[in-house]
Structures are given as C-alpha cells and as structure tokens.
C-alpha cells in the first residue's frame, strides 16, 4: 500500500461549518475548563493565574461567586481589548469569555472528588490543558488575563509570555499572602501540568524526525528513500565549508519507528553519508498530520 492511498488529506470543510466547528470546539473547551475549576481548582483554592485564580482568591475574601468575579474581568477586558487591538482579537474571545463563566456558575453545585490537594493541582492541571488545548483550536480563547497581556505587549513592547508570567505570577504571590505559601506551591504545579498537557495536546506523543543526508551518491538513495521506505524527500544544493565542493542534500522527515530503518537504508548504500536527525515536534502535510 503506497504512501498516498495510506493517507487520504480530509477534504475541508465548507465556511459556514468550519465557523460552526470552531463554536463548537469553544463551548466543549470551556465547558471542560470549568469542570476542572469547580471540581478540582476552587474546593482547594488553587489559584494558579488567570482570571479564573483571580475569582479564586475574590472567593477567598469577599465571598463572591467565581462566575461573577470572571464575568466582571471578562467583559471590561474584551472591550478594552477590541480597542487596543482591534476587531478580530475581539471576536475571537467573545464567546469564551461569556461562556466559561456560564458553565462555571452552572457546575457549581458539583461535589470535589478529593480534598487532597496534590490530586486536584495535577488533575486541575490536565483538565485545563485539555479545555484550553480545545479553545485553541477552535481559534478561540477565554479571554481574562491572556487578552491583558497582549494589550500590555502592544502597548509597551514587552514580550507576550513575559507579560503572561508576570500576570500568572502575581495571582500565585497573591494566593501566598491571602490563602497560604503551601497552596501557592499547589499552583506552580497545577501551572506547570497545564503547560505540559497542553503540549501534549497540540504535538501528541509520537514525535517525527527530520533528517539531512550529506552523501556522494544522493542520486542513489533517492529512488530508495521515495519507493521502499515510501517517503517524500527534498533535495537541497550545499556547500563544503572546507572543500568548497558542491553537496547534495536529502532531507526527509520520517517517524519515529523508521528511523532505523532509514540509518541502515544509508549505510548500506552509502556507509560514508553525513546524516544528521533530530527531533521535530509537528509535521503537517501528506503522510502525516492534516491540517484538519
């Protein structure tokens, strides 16, 4: 079975229903993240960033329902945001920024499966990297202090992620001070399985590789490369640095488990080639991901 016939590319969907997949995936996402705060977050007063750790912590103090506390920051934020950078940042954080508050206030009567507080950082963590992980490729966003931060870079040219951190790490500092260092410290962890699930979401387990072939017989391990490891291949013109000669490149993207197979489809040919292979963390196109 070729390459080709292996993997069909998904035809694309109609504008209309890419619009309607994305609400979709929006509202799915939200809805999860908000399972994970009220299960798991809130009943152990992990605030670990964002306006959902601010509503944390407003809780903590003036017993005010964490849907209101986000609705309050949400909605000043995403017209200030519609202001300093434009329309379509907008739109794309409407309905999450509404949302997400609603299926708080609505999952709000759920009971905690754990009061251990390790538990709930690390399966708060995991829901909300999958939740955002979800928003994400819908092209959406929850809005809160990732809007804050993007007006924050183009108002005053600071980096985006330092803007994130610096906001994330005031609600952490201030969990410290009104809950307790040691919650504070659940919060770096829930923080960092977020990002981490997060990754995992978007690039999945199986790694490719990418590999450049430097060989005096690239005209050889072409044909082999395209027909028995069945794998497209670009050919590139380099130059020795020492030699000055001319080089031909191949460079091939492979997975994971053909690596071996490639290293022993040189040597054999050409035990001599230069080959060079590293880890990448997303390849689209035909043979791999679509774009779907």
């Not at 209101?68 to 995403?78: A, E, G, K, R, Y």
């Not at 202001?83 to 206030?105: E, T």
């Not at 790490?169 to 829930?190: C, K, N």
Request: proline share 4%.
């Amino acid at each position: 079975m070729t390459q080709k016939t292996r993997r069909q590319a998904r035809a694309p969907l109609s504008p209309s229903m890419q619009v309607a997949w994305n609400m979709i995936q929006v509202v799915v996402g939200s809805c999860l993240l908000a399972l994970s705060f009220n299960l798991f977050l809130l009943p152990s007063g992990i605030a670990s960033g964002g306006v959902a750790g601010i509503s944390v912590l407003v809780q903590r103090v003036a017993n005010i329902a964490p849907a209101i506390t986000q609705w309050s920051f949400n909605i000043p934020l995403f017209i200030a945001a519609i202001a300093v950078l434009g329309k379509k940042f907008g739109a794309k954080s409407i309905l999450g920024s509404i949302i997400f508050p609603f299926f708080v206030l609505l999952t709000a009567h759920l009971p905690a499966p754990t009061d251990n507080p390790i538990l709930a950082a690390i399966y708060g963590g995991i829901g909300v990297g999958l939740g955002l992980s979800i928003v994400f490729r819908g092209g959406g966003s929850t809005g809160g202090l990732d809007l804050a931060a993007q007006m924050l870079h183009k108002l005053t040219g600071i980096p985006y992620n330092l803007a994130v951190v610096c906001f994330d790490g005031a609600v952490i500092i201030g969990t410290a001070i009104i809950i307790s260092p040691e919650v504070a410290l659940y919060a770096l962890i829930s923080l960092f399985v977020t990002s981490k699930t997060i990754d995992f979401a978007q690039n999945g387990l199986q790694l490719s590789k990418v590999a450049f072939i430097i060989s005096e017989r690239s005209e050889e391990l072409e044909p082999i490369i395209l027909h028995d490891l069945d794998r497209g291949l670009t050919k590139l013109k380099g130059e020795g640095g020492y030699t000055g000669h001319a080089r031909n490149v191949i460079m091939v993207v492979v997975a994971q488990h053909e690596v071996v197979k490639l290293k022993k489809t040189v040597a054999r040919h050409d035990p001599s080639a230069f080959v060079i292979i590293s880890n990448t963390a997303e390849v689209l196109g035909e043979g791999f991901k679509s774009y779907q």
